[in-house]
């Protein structure tokens, strides 16, 4: 099973409010993403979880909070959003090592809107 | 040095004909070249992959091609069907035994006319 889940699929939020973006993965894989994507435009990478701990960090603003509670849960905390914070953001999990592939596996993403 | 070139922007091609997609790099410290396919609303999907000490890789329709002395690589789909019809991105990364940031290319639209 190469399944990442997300939720929610879809988002619309103001600028004062603070929401959750939440992904799972229950391949046993140690390295999480966080990406944002704009239209016709490839991944942006904003953060790299591996084996729990913060290791990139993309100049990401401050208002975007990640943590990673356990090796299969990844959360992104949304505080104070801009209206050009919208996009599709994309959760992503590799194996982070065993000499094969570090091949990321995508979730659906959820489609962000901010108003 | 840490670019991917992806060309072209855009592809039309009649159902049954041959996609080609083309990608450069730069950087010869990149051991790990995986595609991606992409459809609207949708994360992106692993297509096929290859290292740069393997020439070729085939899987069904898919064939990858790997150049290593010009740093360049591409993605052949034969007999292209409507549903293939996506974005698909080129990327690379030093990702082969350890975690490796992916370096996207710009993306190719695929559009397969019936």
């Known amino acids: 099973d190469t399944e990442v889940t997300q939720t929610p699929k879809h988002l619309v939020m103001g600028m004062t409010n603070k929401k959750s973006l939440k992904c799972e993965q229950h391949?046993?894989?140690?390295?999480m993403y966080w990406y944002k994507q704009k239209a016709k435009k490839p991944p942006e990478l904003m953060f790299v979880y591996s084996y729990e701990k913060l290791s990139i960090n993309e100049s990401v603003p401050s208002r975007f909070s990640p943590e990673c509670p356990n090796s299969s849960l990844l959360n992104l905390h949304l505080h104070a959003l801009q209206p050009e914070d919208s996009a599709l953001y994309l959760c992503a999990s590799s194996q982070d090592g065993g000499g094969g592939p570090d091949t990321q596996y995508f979730g659906p993403g959820t489609r962000l809107t901010v108003l | 040095q840490q670019q991917v070139k992806q060309s072209p922007q855009s592809l039309i091609v009649q159902k049954g004909g041959i996609s080609i997609i083309n990608c450069a790099y730069e950087?010869?410290?990149?051991?790990?070249f995986p595609w991606y396919q992409q459809f609207p609303g949708k994360g992106p999907a692993l297509l096929i992959a290859?290292?740069?000490?393997?020439s070729e890789k085939k899987e069904g329709r898919f064939t990858i091609s790997f150049n290593k002395s010009a740093k360049q690589f591409s993605l052949h789909i034969m007999d292209s069907q409507p549903g293939d019809s996506a974005t698909y991105f080129c990327a690379a990364s030093m990702g082969w035994g350890s975690q490796g940031n992916l370096i996207f290319g710009k993306g190719t639209k695929l559009s397969v006319k019936p």
């Open positions: 950087n010869t410290a990149f051991d790990y």
């Open positions: 391949m046993g894989h140690r390295a």
């Open positions: 290859i290292r740069p000490d393997v």
